[in-house]
């Protein structure tokens, strides 16, 4: 056992002084024996997936820390993805949630001039609540338009209820003075 840790510790030693050339060595190892190499991941899965989970969401966490794409190495530039995996993201999204193409996304938001078809703010990717995003109907599934974040949410909360809405608009519109209140 003293053996084994001696050497463990000399071989951690070298490969901290040439780093270049162990990369290599793996990289070499890692071409020569790729279908053993992805055995052994496989089975490193299979037995601890909770311990791969946590790596995994730390290596991420890590990741987005530093800047970069959460699908590759890539330094990103929408949230999480680079431009590459967004517009992939973005595509994957629109079809998987709304049944909607890249290019009707695109006609949509030249029908609304690029802004949110209720407050008629441009588009903000700085925050969140001003990303434009597609509005669609509960019932049929159908987008309607594009909103912002908030107006969406908004509508959303209100369960896309007109009467629901009517009756805000009176609430807010109202003259009255609640008693005690000024």
Known sequence: PQFRERQRQK????????????????????????????AYAAKRREEAPAHMKAILARHRAKKKTLG?????????????HCAKHALSELVYRLQRYYGLTLPE????????????EICHQLERRDIRQGRLVPDHDHATGQARGVLCQRCNLGIGQFEDST????????YLTRDQIVAGVA
Do not use: F, M
């Open 11 to 38: 071989a951690a030693a070298w490969r901290s002084a040439n780093p270049d050339v162990a990369r290599a060595r793996k990289r070499k190892w890692y071409a020569t024996h790729k279908d053993r190499a992805r």
């Open 68 to 80: 970069h794409c959460a699908d590759c190495s890539a330094p990103r530039i929408d949230g999480t």
């Open 105 to 116: 996304w695109n006609t949509l938001l030249q029908r609304a001039n690029n802004q949110c």
């Open 163 to 170: 009467d629901l809405l009517a009756e805000a608009v009176n």
